[in-house]
């Protein structure tokens, strides 16, 4: 066998075996489904209806749902709301929801919210009867000037993302939702916004809605109509291998030094700080802990840091199936008076950002010398850039990757990252998101 078709062989098996990043998307072993690129003429009326709510009616209180507020542009779904005489309304809107149910599964979007006052577009979903209701991306202009995602069934679990906080839904973003037996994973740009794991997550078939909307009371002639909510494409994932039984997925939180908590598996600490894992979910099943010297069953587990480690957390849900995820624990040596910055393992860190557009950082440590190579190479194999090709002492180092200064750039998607020295070599993966 050539070495080319080893490292092929060995991206296929990472992508499904790997180490679990929280931002990897979709899940692995999850395959497409159902899905629209809008790239038709016009919308098919077999798969998605129009020109009213899926329960028959047209009044959306203040605008009135009419069909030619729904069409196909530009390979873009626009859903459209105006400003005029509709009859008793003063505004039309869009909507367009799924004639097909789902049951689980990675529900993703890619979408150009409307800026304006009073705007209220949505993407969300529901069963036959209320509750409950999943509000995926749910868009409130200004005043208000947030996204919200959210579960209802007697009462909102809700996060809440700000324009003040330098959000611009405006331009293009992709939302998406992980769904199965008892978790809800909602992400923004592929990164974890909110997650909730309890016995209410729905286990019905639930069909999908896309709605243009508007807050009666905040919307107004400044609100600059026509608005337009713009979907690139709509996708599921499902994976019906496991039947009634699905690996629950695990998110990471680390602390350290009673900090900030963050959702990442890569864990950077000076010797001697107190590092708390506390992964989700946190009932629900039994966890398994191994490396570092950890045990126990519990979600949470806390140790000094003392040396660059891998740590494994096996999760077994109640049905039996299990899930893994990796944290790796980068320890900076340079703190520790009198001892040299030479690292006694290899190590290579998780990028930041992880998603990235368009550059990130990755570190690395050796603990010898000799000539070291990070090459990018895409998911068929290819290189597509070499960041490190040179002779280098023992220590750590930090490269930053820009994938616009490739030739034409490169597309989004993942890409893995590969560093060699003499017969060691590690890969990791990376997501590109435009």
């Known amino acids: 066998m050539t070495n080319n078709f080893l490292f092929n062989l060995f991206i296929a098996c990472f992508l499904f075996i790997g180490i679990g990043i929280s931002q990897q998307l979709p899940p692995p072993g999850y395959n497409l489904s159902w899905g629209d690129e809008f790239n038709g003429q016009t919308l098919d009326t077999t798969a998605w209806g129009t020109g009213m709510k899926p329960w028959g009616t047209t009044d959306n209180s203040p605008c ?3 069909p030619e507020d729904t069409y196909l542009q530009n390979g873009d779904l626009i859903l459209r709301d105006r400003i005029g005489n509709f009859g008793s309304y003063k505004y039309s809107c869009g909507w367009a929801w799924t ?14 919210y409307p800026k304006g006052k009073g705007q209220w577009p949505a993407w969300w979903m529901l069963k036959q009867g209320w509750p409950p209701e999943i509000d995926i991306a749910e868009y409130r202009g200004a005043p208000k000037s947030y996204m919200t995602e959210a579960f209802y069934w007697g009462s909102w679990s809700t996060t809440l993302l700000n324009e003040s906080q330098g959000w611009d839904f405006s331009t293009w973003h992709t939302y998406a939702l992980n769904w199965g037996p008892g978790y809800l994973i909602w992400y923004v740009d592929g990164k974890v916004q909110k997650y909730y794991y309890g016995s209410q997550v729905p286990s019905d078939s639930m069909y999908v809605i896309f709605s243009a909307g508007l807050d009666g009371s905040a919307a107004d002639s400044t609100t600059g109509f026509p608005n337009y909510y713009k979907i690139d494409y709509f996708h599921v994932y499902q994976d019906t291998a496991f039947g009634s039984c699905y690996p629950t997925p695990i998110i990471p939180n680390v602390q350290v030094n009673f900090g900030t908590w963050q959702t990442t598996d890569t864990v ?11 992964p989700y979910p946190s009932s629900g099943g039994t966890w398994v802990w191994s490396g570092g010297g950890l045990s126990g ?6 140790f000094i840091a ?35 910055n030479t690292p006694d393992e290899y190590n290579l860190s998780q990028n930041y950002p992880n998603p990235f557009n368009p550059t990130t950082e990755i570190k690395y440590s050796i603990p010898q010398s000799g000539l070291v190579t990070i090459k990018i190479y895409n998911l068929f194999g290819q290189q597509v850039a070499v960041l490190v090709n040179n ?6 180092y930090t490269v930053e990757f820009n994938a616009s200064s490739t030739g034409g750039g ?3 998607g993942i890409y893995m990252y590969r560093l060699q020295l003499n017969n060691y070599s590690l890969t990791k993966k ?5």
């Open 297 to 302: 069953s519990s979600n949470m587990q806390n």
């Open 410 to 412: 490169l597309a989004s």
């Open 99 to 112: 004639k097909k149910w789902f049951k689980y599964g990675y529900f993703e979007m890619r979408a150009q």
């Open 430 to 434: 990376m997501i590109l998101l435009k």
């Open 391 to 396: 002779e280098q002492k023992a220590g750590s």
């Open 306 to 340: 003392q040396k660059s480690d891998t740590i494994t957390a096996k999760f077994i849900n109640a049905c039996g199936d299990t899930s893994i995820q990796n944290f790796y624990i980068m320890i900076n040596l340079t703190d520790v008076k009198g001892t040299p």
């Open 64 to 66: 009135l749902i009419t």
């Open 268 to 278: 950077y600490a000076n010797p001697g700080e107190y590092v708390t894992l506390a």
